[in-house]
């Protein structure tokens, strides 16, 4: 919590230089008339998962704090780059946003052809304020008790590993092993998260990464042994888990992300207001102990660290796809 605080304290700062950069005094900017109206959300993905969870806990604070309507519409197709066009060719007013993440706005710009948008030049780049790290996990009965046992016979023979899809993180996430690693690590994509694990279950693949807190319910049954964790700091949710960089694979990092961001060149005193009002919901203790639950970490970012952080994760992403070698039509 401590590392939440000081990241949040140094992100209410960079929205303050962000005011004074902008001519804004802080009175100034809790006088604009924004929002006078309706605010829309678009998530680009279906109901029920992760970035449309997110999108309803910030849409009911912020209509709470703004004394306006905040409706989140799901406009699923393409891999998410149906509802992220949607919000490119929007009026840059602030009223219609989307739940970014590290699919959108990281992974899709490198594997889907022809996109049709700038990840970085075509958006504004609200707030970053949450993270999910993944887990790699093999079948209890596994001969791999470590990340090291794993790696050490990759070197020598093919291993399979289990993945949402072809592009998906989970993919990104294999690919990335076997090419810091030297070994030869084969895809095997399936339709669904869901199915892949079916199998990793079953014993069908060696590994799987996925969420780290979709996870945990079966390492806690006995059923799965989680080798390694993703990020460079251990995941809140699996603390006695070492991170693929304590394990071995040193600067090894793979994150997904989750923003609030807009059409490119939204006003200055909008972005400002509405990153203050992110950080302000990423706060408060029931959003902390929702996003817990989640398998979430707090990730709180002022607007111009949100910006460095989303062209930085563009870039690592693009290492990832490349490795991988992803690409879909």
């Given at each position: ?234 995941s809140q949710a699996a603390k006695d888990t070492p991170t ?86």
């Open positions: 919590m401590t590392a939440f605080k000081t990241r949040l304290t140094r992100a209410f700062a960079t929205v303050a230089v962000a005011c004074w950069g902008a001519g804004l005094s802080t009175a100034a900017l809790a006088q604009t008339d924004y929002p006078s109206r309706p605010i829309k959300i678009i998530v680009a993905f279906g109901p029920g998962g992760g970035s449309d969870t997110l999108a309803r806990l910030l849409g009911q604070k912020m209509s709470e704090s703004f004394k306006q309507p905040v409706t989140i519409e799901n406009r699923p197709g393409a891999g998410g780059s149906i509802g992220t066009r949607e919000v490119q060719k929007a009026p840059a007013d602030g009223y219609t946003l989307i739940l970014a993440t590290s699919s959108t706005h990281s992974i899709n710009p490198w594997v889907i052809k022809n996109i049709g948008f700038d990840a970085v030049k075509d958006f504004t780049s609200i707030a970053v304020f949450a993270s999910t790290d993944y887990a790699l996990a093999v079948p209890t009965n596994s001969p791999y008790k470590t990340l090291g046992d794993l790696v050490n016979d990759g070197k020598t023979k093919k291993i399979d590993y289990a993945s949402s899809g072809n592009g998906s993180t989970s993919h990104l996430a294999g690919a990335l092993l076997g090419q810091m690693t030297k070994t030869n690590m084969v895809h095997i994509p399936y339709k669904s998260s869901d199915t892949g694990r079916t199998d990793l279950l079953g014993g069908q693949v060696a590994f799987m990464f996925d969420n780290t807190a979709i996870f945990l319910p079966h390492a806690k049954s006995g059923k799965l042994r989680l080798l390694a964790t993703s990020a460079l700091t251990r693929l960089h304590e394990a071995g694979v040193p600067n090894f990092e793979v994150v997904g992300w989750f923003a609030l961001m807009g059409p490119a060149n939204m006003p200055a005193a909008v972005t400002a207001k509405l990153n203050a009002e992110v950080l302000r919901i990423m706060a408060l203790p029931e959003t902390l102990e929702r996003l817990a639950s989640l398998g979430f970490d707090p990730l709180p970012m002022g607007v111009k660290e949100s910006g460095a952080y989303i062209a930085d994760q563009l870039g690592k992403f693009k290492t990832m796809v490349n490795a991988a070698g992803a690409q879909v039509d």
